[in-house]
């Protein structure tokens, strides 16, 4: 499966931007799929991610309550909802999506077997 990411760029801290991750060679149902995000200098983070079995969604406690993570199958696409950015959202966020991680995982991104290149997310105070 290949990943594609777009919707980043500059927002103002308080704005809005949706990301997405389109996937092609196949189809998502089935696939645990994530977002995390790497700022300059810092190690990759988990910010959200939905369960194989759709079952549930989880997220960052630093994402709670600004950020919803969403699929649509009929698109084989992924979504990231964020809201009330801050500057320390900063950063590059990868969609990342895998086949057999189990619920308990999904915050692992050692877990994650394919992956899109990346868009930025830069937040101006």
């Known amino acids: 499966v290949q990943l594609q990411a777009s919707g980043g760029g500059l927002v103002q801290a308080g704005g809005s931007l949706r990301l997405s991750c389109a996937a092609s060679?196949?189809?998502?149902?089935?696939?645990?799929t994530a977002w995390f995000r790497q700022a300059p200098g810092k190690e990759r983070e988990f910010v959200a991610a939905?369960?194989?079995?759709?079952?549930?969604?989880y997220t960052a406690d630093s994402a709670k309550g600004r950020f919803t993570i969403s699929r649509d199958n009929t698109q084989n696409t992924i979504y990231l909802q964020m809201n009330s950015l801050k500057p320390e959202d900063t950063a590059v966020y990868y969609c990342?999506?895998?086949?057999?991680?189990?619920?308990?995982?999904?915050?692992?991104?050692?877990?994650?077997?394919?992956w899109g290149q990346g868009t930025q997310v830069t937040v101006s105070s």
């Open positions: 939905i369960t194989r079995t759709n079952s549930g969604t």
């Open positions: 990342a999506t895998s086949y057999r991680v189990i619920s308990s995982a999904v915050m692992d991104d050692k877990m994650y077997h394919f």
């Open positions: 060679g196949r189809t998502l149902r089935g696939a645990a």
